[in-house]
């Protein structure tokens, strides 16, 4: 965001650590001040912890019985609460957080979110189905009864073939995901100052950067090709039998290669977004951010892949019920004599399930990525102490 402090890259900022060195503005002396200000003793980390208790620290005196670490006590003190000016509390994030912020975001902002993912949905899937019914070929036909080289022959002329025909969909999701991400990533990051946002400001300020995202998503893309063209390689070269099992190892280790990757390069495009860099220097900030915490990170993408998942399945099977329904004549045809020359009636349905899904799992995704981006920068970088004075919270303003 260009009128918020903390969306800057932080520069010379440490990186490992927890935001060692940062300052952190003291707590007021009257305890009924706002939550989330710090406390005179706070240490200077990322990190949140309580304020020491009366009769604590170097030198004091054993408590008292019925004070110490219980939750009743007359020396018990509430711990401070994190700040929360958004949807989330400006402190480091749990995983179930970070998705409640995400769906948070979608209650609190519903007219933009849906505003932009179902426009897109519907734009994106009468393309897709436009494209399916009229310039896809005819997938190739196989042959039950084949048998041997002939066989084989039709599988990889049928492989090849759904091949083809998936790359002008794919594209199209493609352009669709890079649009909603790029004005949903805006709308999370003024939702989490507590910030309005209306569509065209979103839009306003995304669309700069919607080139750049391009160009960052296909490099991504291409850098993933050629690492399972090099594991796919050596197998198909040989041929034969020990082909085919070096192919099946060559497919695995690039698999995880690429896996590692993508989690090491996954918070570049939160990154180009919020701190307006280049697409280099935006993939070496999310190789910074992750660092140390790829399990993490991987397990919380994991988890919300697993989510959208469910959803899709959820949404899709009552909708691909009622296509078959409305449209036994294509559904019977493809039975019969594998033709996917489905009906008008069973393309609009099962366009219709698709377009819902989409609007609700692309704000989930997007949102749990632009979180984990500052998440990350919370707990490494002190964020936390930014956001709170570009939200005007009080006790954070060190300019006076």
């Known amino acids: 965001m260009n009128d918020t402090p903390g969306w800057a890259s932080p520069g010379s900022a440490p990186a490992e650590g927890q935001g060692a060195g940062v300052p952190r503005p003291s707590e007021p002396a009257d305890d009924s001040g706002p939550a989330g200000n710090w406390s005179p003793t706070q240490p200077p980390t990322g990190q949140w912890s309580p304020p020491s208790a009366p009769g604590t620290g170097p030198g004091a005196p054993p408590p008292a019985p019925g004070w110490g670490g219980g ?25 179930g ?18 505003g932009i993912t179902l426009t897109v949905s519907v734009i994106a899937q009468i393309a897709i189905t436009l494209v399916q019914r009229y310039l896809l070929p005819e997938p190739a036909v196989i042959d039950p009864n084949a048998t041997g080289s002939e066989a ?17 969909s794919l594209l199209i999701i493609m352009i669709a995901t890079l649009i909603t991400t790029s004005v949903l990533t805006v709308v999370i990051s003024r939702s989490v100052l507590g910030r309005p946002v209306t569509l065209s400001d979103a839009w306003a300020e995304a669309r700069p950067r919607l080139a750049q995202l391009l160009g960052l998503t296909l490099l991504l893309a291409l850098i993933s090709a050629a690492i399972m063209t090099v594991g796919l390689l050596p ?14 190892i060559g497919l695995m280790a690039a698999f995880v290669v690429v896996i590692w990757l993508m989690v090491r390069f ?3 495009s939160p990154a ?14 999310s190789v910074k951010l992750v660092r140390g915490a790829w399990w993490r990170t991987f397990g919380v993408l994991a988890l919300t892949g697993l989510l959208t998942v469910i959803v899709s399945v959820i949404i899709a099977i009552p909708f691909s019920v009622i296509a078959m329904a409305v449209d ?3 559904v019977g045809s493809f039975l019969t004599d594998g033709s996917t020359d489905f009906g008008w009636p069973f393309l609009i349905v099962s366009g219709i399930g698709q377009v819902i899904t989409a609007t609700i799992t692309y704000p989930l995704s997007a949102g749990v990525m632009a979180l984990l981006y500052i998440d990350q920068r919370i707990r490494r970088e002190a964020l936390d102490l930014e956001l709170a004075r570009a939200a005007g919270l009080p006790g954070y303003d060190t300019r006076s």
């Open 71 to 95: 939750s009743q006590g007359p020396g018990w003190r509430q711990p401070p609460v994190a700040a929360k000016p958004g949807v989330i509390p400006l402190r480091p994030l749990g995983v």
């Open 97 to 114: 957080e970070i998705l409640d912020g995400a769906v948070s975001t979608m209650r609190a902002h519903w007219r933009t979110v849906l």
């Open 152 to 168: 084989l022959r039709q599988s990889a002329d049928s492989a090849q073939s759904a091949l083809v025909n998936s790359v002008p």
């Open 235 to 248: 197998g198909m070269l040989v041929g034969s039998a020990a082909g085919a099992g070096l192919v099946v």
């Open 266 to 268: 996954c918070l570049a």
């Open 272 to 285: 180009l977004m919020l701190e307006r860099q280049s697409i280099t220097t935006s993939m070496r900030r």
């Open 328 to 330: 036994g004549g294509g």
